[in-house]
C-alpha cells in the first residue's frame, strides 16, 4: 500500500433545495440562487480535477429530499462522469434528506461511484495501479429519521493502511440541527479510523483533530443563517497522519448585519450607508453576497424612515445599484429596529400618558407569558388563516423585542403629533 | 392671565360696549333680560375662535357696520389687547400690548389645548349648551377624548393614535378580508404553489423522455463503437498509404538522383584528367619559393656592395689628402697612437701655456698702470707742497715737524669760550627780573628802579666783551688756513709714497710669469720630440697635428670596413646567382645565369611557372573532392532507395495481394471513409436528439419552474412571517395604547369623575353619591344613594342641568394647563334649580372661582348677591345697564 491519499470531503449539497427565506425580484438574482447548489457542485468537481485527488467524498444530503429532482440527479451524473473521465472515483453516502430508501432513479451514476449500503458499514479499498491504497468505511442512512448510532458500528480493518469514514451524523448533538444518527466524539475515536468525513451540520468545521474528524459544512449556504464563507475540504491522509485544508466554493455568499444609524439625519445618508455596507461585503467576499441589515439606534431618521414605503423606496434605490455591481450584492431585506431619539428614562420618569406607554411595555417585556397571551389574542385569527393557507405560521419566532417595537410605534405616534 | 374687560364696538345689538374690570376669581355680572349678556359670552368666544358666517343662525350681526370686538387680558402689570374684526377667515384677530411686553402668541396660548367646540361646551355656556357634554361623551373622538388627553398631559387624542394603527393592523390583515396584504401574498402563494404542483406533474412525463433518451444512448454508445472502429480503419488505411505513397514516390525520386549523381561524377572526373601539371616545378616548390622569399633581400645587397666599394674608395683618397695636408708620412700616421699618453700631453700643455700667457700679459698691463698711478701721486704732491713753500722732493716728516710748530702756538693764544658770555648774559636779566618782581610784590619803588638799572648795566657790560673777542679772531683764521695746507700736502705725500712701492712690487712680478712661461714651452717641445712628431710644434700646433692624424686614421679604417662588408655582400649575391643557375638546371630551364640580374629574370620565369601549376593542381583536387562527394552521396541515395523501397514492400505486404498496391490501398481507403461517414452522420443524428433530449431534461421547465416556484413560495412564506411580526407589534402597540388608557380611566379619570362627582354631590345635597363614566360605554351614569344607576338621558332636566353643571365644574377644575388663562363664562345656568341646589352650584361655583377666573351672569339679582356672598376674597358685582 502506498502510505498517501488525497481528497475531497463535501458534504450536504441539497442538491434541488429551494433557497429559503428570500424574496428576490431580480431575475439575475434569482437564476443564481436556483443555480447557486448545481453551482457548487460544478466547483467541487473543478477542484477535483484541478487538484488531481484520488477520489471525491460526499457524506450525505447529497440531494435536498428523498424524491430526487430530475435536475439535481442528471447533475450529480454529469458530474460524476467528469470525475470518472479523468479517473477519480467517488464515494457517496446518503443522509436524512436523501436516504437510501426513496426517489426515483432517473440518471445512472457511473461505475466509478460507490454508494454506501445502508444496512451496515461498508468496507471499499480504493485502489491505485492495481494496489490497494486506502479503504474506506461508511454507512447511508436508509429512511430519514435514523436515531441509532451508525458511528458505533465503525471498525477499522488492522489491515488498512489508511481507513477513512464517511458518515452523516449529529456528532455530540449539536443544537439547531435534528438529531439523527447521533454519536460522540468517542465513538469516533474508538473506530480507530484516520480520518472522519462527516456530514448533517452546514457550518464548516473540525470536530476533533485525534482522529481529525471534520463537518464538511454545506459547499453552498441554503438560508439567510447560513451566513458565511462555505465550502468543502481538501484532505490528505499520510502514514496515519491526516490534514484538512477549507476550500470556499459557495457561489452566493449569505450576510447579515446591523447598521447603527444613531448619528443619521436623512435617508440619503441611510442609503449611503446601506450601500457602503453592500459593497464593503462585495468587496469583502468576492463574489456574489445576498445581505440582510437591521437598522439599529436611536435616531433623528426614524421618523422619517417610519413613514409609508420610505423605507421599501430606500432599499430598492440601493439594490438598483448594488446588484448590478460586480459581484453583485443583494439587499434582501432591510429591517428598521431604530427608534425615535428620545430619553426613555426620561419619559419613564415622567406622569403623562407616555410615561404610562413605556411602563406598561416595561411591565410587558418582562411577561413573556403575558406577551404570548397578548399576541395569541391578537393573531389567532390571521394564524388561523395563514394555516388555512398552508403556511406553518406561529408565534415561536418572535421575539420579545416586539414589545419594544410596539412601545416604539405608540411613542412615534405621540410625539408625531405632539410635535 | 385673566380676562379684565370685554369690549363690544360693533358686536350683535351691542355697539361701544364696556364691561370690566372682571376679578381674578368670581365676577358675578347682573343685568336685565336683553342686557346683552348672551351677546357678550358669544363675543368672548367670537374673539377667541373668530366669528360666525354672516349666514349662521347666530352670528351677532351689528346692525350697521363690521363686526368688531375686543377683550382685555391682564397679568401682573401687563395688559393686552386682543381684538378681532370683521374679514376674511372668521375676521382677522390682533393681539397688542397695552401695557407690557408685546406677545403676539397670546391667543394660541390662552386656547392651548381648548379648540372653539370644547370651548363652547365647557368654557361659554349657557343653558342651550347644558346638555352637549353628555352628547359629545358618546363620541371617542370629541370633548371628552380631548379632555382626557389634555388632562393627561398631551395635546394628542390617543383615540386617533389607536386608530391610525388599527388602520395600519387593517392594511396588513382583517378576518375576512380580501385586499390586505396577508390576503395578497396568500393569492401569490397559491399561485406559487399550483405552479409548483403543475410542474411536478410536468415532472411525471419525464419518464417518456427518459425511456427514449435510453434508447438514443444505447444506439449512441453503439454508434459510437463503429464510428471509432471505422475511424480507426480509416486512420490505419489513410496512415498506411500514406506511407507507402511517400515510400515508392521516394524510391522512384531517390533512382532519378541516383541517375544524376553517376552523370556529375563521371563528368568531373573527365574535367580532371583534362587539366596538365608541371609536376617538375611543384616538386621544386620550395626551393622557388625560398629564393623568390631571397630576391629582394639580395638585390638590396647588390646595390649595398656597389655603395660600399665607392665608399672604400672615397675614404682612402680622404687618408691620403689629410696626411699630405698636414705633411706626414702615410705609414707613420698609421703607426702614431693619438689616442696614448701624448694626447693628454699635449692637451694639458697646451692649456698651461695659453694660461702661462696670458699671467703674463696681465702682470705686464698690471705694471704699465701702477707705474702710472705712482707718477700721477708725485705729480699730486708736487702741487700740494708748493703752496706751503716745500720742495717736490719734500718727505713727511717735514710737514709733520712744521704741522707741530702751529700745534704750539694756538695752545698759547687761549681765551674765554662763548659759554662764559652766555652765563653773564643770563645772570643780568635773572637779576633785573628778581628786583622788579620784588618791587612789584613788595611796593619798593627802590627795588622796581635797581631792576631796569642792573639790566642795563649788564647789557652795557656784555657788549664790551663782545667787540674784545672779535678783535681776537682776525689772526687765528691765518694760523687755520696754513694747518690745513699742511695737513693737505702731508696726505699727497703719502699717497705718493704708496704708490711707487705698488709699481716696484709689479715689476717683479711680470718678471716671474715671464720666466715660468719659458720653462712650460721648453718642456712641450721635449714630449713631442719623443712621441714621433715635429719638435718645433709649440702646444696649439702639436694639438692640430694630432687632430689631424686623427682624423686621417678614422678615414682609413673606414676604407677598410668597407671594403670587408664588400667583399661579404659580393660573396652572398655570388651563392645566390649559383643556386637560381642551379635550380634552372634542375626544373629544365635552360638559361646562363652568371649575374644577379640573370638569376633575377630566371627566378621570374619559375615562379610564374610554379603559380600556374600550383593553380592547375588546385582544380584536379577541387575537381576529385566534389568527385568524392558526389560518389558518397551516390551511395546514400542508393541506400535510401533501397529502404523506401523496402518500406514501400513492408506495408503493402500486410494487404492482400488484390490491394497489395498504392492503388489497392486507395480503394480500401475510399470504401472505409464511406462507412466512416455513413456512421458518423448517423451517430451525429442521434447525437443531436440525445443532446436535444438530454439538454430538454437537464433544464427540464418543470424542474425549473418548480425551483423557481419554490423561491417564489420560500419568499412569500418569508414576507408572510415578517407580515405576521408586523401584525403582532402593531396589535401590541395597540393593547399598549388600551392599557395606558384603562390605566388613566381607572388612576386619572376617576379624579377628574370624582371631582365632578363631588361637585354634583354638593349640587344634589347628597343625594346622588357618584357620576360613572364607563369604559366604551360613551355616557355618564349617576348613583344615588340607594346604589341605583341612572343615565343622564333619563334624569330630570334640573338634575341632568346639575350634572351637566358639575360634569364642567369637575373637568375645569382638573384641567391646569388646559386653557390656562381662559375663564368660565357661565350664562344663567341655575335658573331651573331649586333654593338647595342652588346653593350647592353657588357654592362649587365659587370654590372653582378660587383656582380659574369665573364671570358668571345673571339677571337674577338673588342670584348675583348669593354668588357674591359665597365669593372667594376679591368677588366682584358688575351691573349692566339696560340697553335702549
Known amino acids: 500500500m502506498s502510505a498517501r491519499v488525497r481528497f475531497v470531503h463535501a458534504a450536504d449539497l441539497h442538491l434541488g433545495a429551494p433557497f429559503a427565506g428570500v424574496s428576490a425580484e431580480d431575475e439575475r438574482v434569482r437564476r443564481a440562487l436556483v443555480d447557486a447548489p448545481y453551482r457548487a457542485l460544478d466547483a467541487i468537481v473543478e477542484l477535483c480535477l484541478g487538484e488531481r485527488v484520488d477520489f471525491l467524498v460526499l457524506a450525505g444530503d447529497v440531494y435536498n429530499a428523498a424524491e430526487r429532482g430530475v435536475r439535481p440527479q442528471l447533475a450529480l451524473a454529469d458530474a460524476a462522469q467528469a470525475l470518472a473521465e479523468a479517473g477519480i472515483r467517488v464515494f457517496i453516502t446518503h443522509g436524512n434528506h436523501d436516504p437510501a430508501r426513496g426517489g426515483q432513479t432517473v440518471a445512472r451514476l457511473p461505475d466509478t461511484v460507490h454508494v454506501f449500503a445502508h444496512d451496515s458499514v461498508e468496507r471499499v479499498v480504493f485502489e491505485r495501479d492495481g494496489e490497494p491504497v486506502c479503504a474506506l468505511y461508511g454507512r447511508s442512512f436508509g429512511r430519514r429519521d435514523v436515531s441509532e448510532n451508525l458511528a458505533a458500528g465503525f471498525r477499522r480493518d488492522p489491515a488498512d493502511e489508511i481507513a477513512v469514514a464517511v458518515l452523516h451524523a449529529n456528532v455530540g448533538g449539536r443544537q439547531g440541527y435534528d438529531d439523527y444518527a447521533p454519536c460522540t466524539v468517542g465513538d469516533l475515536a474508538a473506530a480507530g479510523m484516520d480520518y472522519w468525513a462527516l456530514g448533517h451540520i452546514h457550518e464548516p468545521g473540525i470536530v476533533a483533530e485525534t482522529p481529525l474528524a471534520v463537518y464538511a459544512g454545506a459547499p453552498q449556504g441554503m438560508d439567510p443563517t447560513q451566513t458565511g464563507q462555505r465550502g468543502c475540504y481538501l484532505v490528505t491522509v499520510e502514514r496515519g497522519a491526516a490534514r484538512a485544508e477549507f476550500v470556499p466554493l459557495a457561489s452566493v455568499v449569505w450576510e447579515s448585519c446591523t447598521a447603527d444609524v444613531s448619528g443619521l439625519v436623512t435617508l440619503d445618508e441611510v442609503e449611503d450607508r446601506l450601500e457602503l455596507l453592500c459593497r464593503d461585503a462585495a468587496g469583502a467576499w468576492s463574489r456574489p453576497v445576498v445581505i440582510r441589515v437591521d437598522l439599529m439606534g436611536r435616531s433623528e431618521v426614524h421618523g422619517v424612515l417610519g413613514k409609508p414605503g420610505a423605507l421599501t423606496a430606500l432599499v430598492e434605490r440601493v439594490r438598483a445599484r448594488t446588484v448590478s455591481g460586480e459581484p453583485w450584492v443583494w439587499l434582501d431585506r432591510v429591517r428598521d429596529a431604530t427608534a425615535a431619539p428620545v430619553d426613555l428614562d426620561a419619559i419613564r420618569a415622567g406622569s403623562d400618558l407616555s410615561a404610562d406607554i413605556v411602563a406598561i411595555a416595561d411591565e410587558l417585556a418582562s411577561d413573556r407569558d403575558a406577551v404570548a397571551r397578548e399576541l395569541e389574542n391578537a393573531l389567532d385569527p390571521l394564524l388561523a388563516k395563514l394555516r388555512a393557507a398552508g403556511v406553518d405560521a406561529s408565534l415561536d419566532g418572535i421575539e420579545t423585542s416586539v414589545v419594544e417595537r410596539a412601545r416604539d410605534i405608540v411613542l412615534d405616534a405621540l410625539l408625531a403629533r405632539e410635535a | 392671565m385673566r380676562l379684565r374687560r370685554i369690549e363690544a364696538v360693533r358686536f350683535g345689538a351691542l355697539e361701544d360696549v364696556s364691561v370690566g374690570d372682571f376679578s381674578d376669581t368670581l365676577t358675578v355680572v347682573h343685568g336685565p333680560n336683553e342686557a346683552g349678556k348672551s351677546t357678550l359670552v358669544a363675543l368672548v368666544r367670537a374673539v377667541l375662535y373668530g366669528f360666525a358666517t354672516k349666514s349662521a343662525k347666530e352670528a351677532y350681526l351689528p346692525a350697521a357696520g363690521a363686526r368688531r370686538a375686543r377683550l382685555i387680558f391682564e397679568e401682573g402689570s401687563s395688559r393686552w389687547v386682543i381684538e378681532r374684526t370683521e374679514g376674511k377667515n372668521r375676521g382677522p384677530v390682533t393681539v397688542r400690548s397695552l401695557d407690557g411686553d408685546e406677545r403676539p402668541g397670546l391667543l394660541e396660548e390662552l386656547t392651548r389645548g381648548v379648540d372653539e367646540s370644547a370651548y363652547g361646551i365647557v368654557f361659554g355656556f349657557g343653558l342651550g349648551e347644558m346638555g352637549r357634554i353628555a352628547e359629545e361623551a358618546r363620541k371617542k373622538e370629541g370633548i371628552a377624548a380631548a379632555l382626557y388627553a389634555a388632562s393627561a398631559g398631551v395635546r394628542v387624542s390617543p383615540d386617533e393614535i389607536r386608530k391610525e394603527l388599527d388602520e395600519r393592523r387593517a392594511q396588513l390583515f382583517v378576518p375576512r378580508g380580501s385586499t390586505q396584504e396577508v390576503s395578497r401574498l396568500i393569492k401569490a402563494l397559491d399561485a406559487a404553489r399550483r405552479r409548483l404542483r403543475e410542474a411536478r406533474d410536468a415532472a411525471e412525463r419525464y419518464s417518456e423522455d427518459r425511456r427514449a433518451l435510453d434508447a438514443l444512448d444505447e444506439e449512441h454508445e453503439r454508434l459510437r463503437a463503429e464510428v471509432d472502429e471505422a475511424q480507426d480503419r480509416v486512420q490505419r488505411l489513410t496512415g498506411d498509404l500514406e506511407r507507402a505513397s511517400s515510400a515508392v514516390a521516394r524510391a522512384k525520386e531517390l533512382a532519378g538522383t541516383a541517375e544524376e549523381l553517376a552523370e556529375d561524377l563521371a563528368k568531373r572526373r573527365a574535367e580532371a584528367a583534362a587539366i596538365t601539371v608541371d609536376h617538375a616545378v611543384l616538386e621544386a616548390a620550395d626551393a622557388i619559393d625560398a629564393l623568390a622569399h631571397q630576391r629582394e633581400a639580395v638585390a638590396q645587397a647588390v646595390r649595398d656592395l656597389e655603395r660600399l666599394r665607392e665608399r672604400a674608395r672615397s675614404e682612402a683618397e680622404e687618408f691620403e689628402r689629410v696626411c699630405s695636408a698636414a705633411g706626414l708620412d702615410l705609414e707613420r700616421v698609421r703607426t702614431i697612437a693619438v689616442e696614448g699618453p701624448i694626447a693628454g700631453v699635449v692637451e694639458a700643455a697646451r692649456d698651461d701655456i695659453a694660461r702661462l700667457e696670458s699671467e703674463v700679459a696681465a702682470r705686464r698691463r698690471e705694471l704699465e698702470r701702477a707705474e702710472a698711478e705712482a707718477e700721477r701721486a708725485r705729480n699730486e704732491a708736487g702741487k700740494a707742497l708748493a703752496p706751503v713753500g716745500l720742495p717736490a722732493s719734500a718727505s713727511r716728516a717735514d710737514l709733520d715737524a712744521m704741522l707741530a710748530e702751529i700745534d704750539a702756538s694756538e695752545e698759547a693764544a687761549g681765551g674765554g669760550n662763548r659759554g662764559d658770555w652766555v652765563l653773564k648774559a643770563l645772570m643780568t636779566v635773572l637779576g633785573a627780573f628778581i628786583f622788579v618782581l620784588g618791587g612789584v610784590m613788595l611796593g619798593e619803588t627802590v627795588s622796581l628802579v ?244 438530454k439538454e430538454r431534461l437537464a433544464s427540464f421547465a418543470s424542474d425549473e419552474e418548480a425551483a423557481q416556484a419554490r423561491l417564489d413560495e420560500a419568499g412569500i412564506v418569508q414576507r408572510l412571517r415578517d407580515v405576521v411580526e408586523e401584525h403582532a407589534t402593531l396589535s401590541l402597540a395597540i393593547v399598549l395604547l388600551d392599557r395606558a388608557q384603562r390605566r388613566y380611566q381607572e388612576e386619572r379619570q376617576p379624579e377628574v369623575l370624582r371631582h365632578a362627582e363631588r361637585v354634583f354631590r354638593t349640587i344634589t345635597q347628597g343625594r346622588y353619591e357618584r357620576v360613572i363614566v364607563p369604559l366604551g360605554g360613551g355616557r355618564v351614569e349617576v348613583w344615588d344613594g340607594t346604589g341605583g344607576a341612572k343615565e343622564s338621558a333619563r334624569l330630570s332636566m334640573a338634575t341632568a342641568e346639575a350634572l351637566y353643571l358639575a360634569l364642567r365644574l369637575g373637568l375645569v377644575g382638573c384641567l391646569k394647563d388646559v386653557g390656562p388663562g381662559l375663564p368660565m363664562l357661565i350664562d344663567d345656568v341655575l335658573a331651573n334649580f331649586d333654593p338647595e341646589r342652588m346653593d350647592g352650584a353657588i357654592e362649587a361655583i365659587a370654590e372653582l372661582s378660587a383656582s380659574r377666573q369665573v364671570v358668571f351672569f345673571t339677571c337674577h339679582d338673588d342670584v348675583a348677591e348669593r354668588l357674591v356672598a359665597a365669593g372667594p376674597p376679591g368677588t366682584a358685582r358688575l351691573e349692566l345697564p339696560v340697553r335702549r
Do not use: C
Open chain 2, 450 to 693: 635797581a631792576g631796569p638799572v642792573i639790566a642795563a648795566l649788564g647789557a652795557a657790560a656784555l657788549i664790551r666783551d663782545l667787540r674784545q673777542r672779535n678783535m681776537a679772531g682776525a689772526g687765528r683764521q691765518e694760523v687755520f688756513r696754513r694747518r690745513r695746507l699742511l695737513e693737505a700736502a702731508r696726505g699727497a705725500v703719502e699717497r705718493a709714497e704708496s704708490a711707487r712701492e705698488a709699481a716696484e712690487r709689479a715689476r717683479l712680478d711680470a718678471e716671474s710669469a715671464a720666466a715660468l712661461l719659458a720653462s712650460r714651452t721648453a718642456l712641450l717641445a721635449r714630449e713631442l720630440e719623443a712621441s714621433g712628431l715635429p719638435s718645433g710644434l709649440d702646444a696649439r700646433g702639436a694639438a692640430a697635428a694630432l687632430d689631424a692624424i686623427r682624423r686621417a686614421q678614422r678615414h682609413d679604417a673606414e676604407a677598410r670596413n668597407a671594403l670587408a662588408e664588400a667583399q661579404r655582400l659580393a660573396a652572398v649575391v655570388e651563392r645566390f646567382v649559383e643556386r637560381v643557375g642551379s635550380l634552372a638546371g634542375a626544373v629544365a630551364f635552360e638559361r646562363t645565369v652568371e649575374t644577379f640580374d640573370d638569376a633575377a629574370s630566371t627566378l621570374s620565369v619559375l615562379v610564374d611557372r610554379l603559380a600556374e601549376a600550383r593553380s592547375r593542381a588546385e582544380q584536379v583536387r577541387a575537381i576529385e573532392s566534389a568527385a568524392a562527394q558526389v560518389e558518397v552521396r551516390l551511395a546514400e541515395v542508393s541506400r535510401q532507395k533501397e529502404d523506401a523501397e523496402a518500406q514501400a514492400r513492408s506495408v503493402l505486404d500486410e494487404y492482400e495481394s488484390a490491394h497489395a498496391s498504392v492503388e489497392g490501398l486507395r480503394t480500401l481507403l475510399d470504401e472505409a471513409m464511406r462507412k466512416l461517414a455513413a456512421t458518423s452522420e448517423r451517430l451525429e443524428q442521434v447525437t443531436a436528439e440525445r443532446s436535444a433530449l
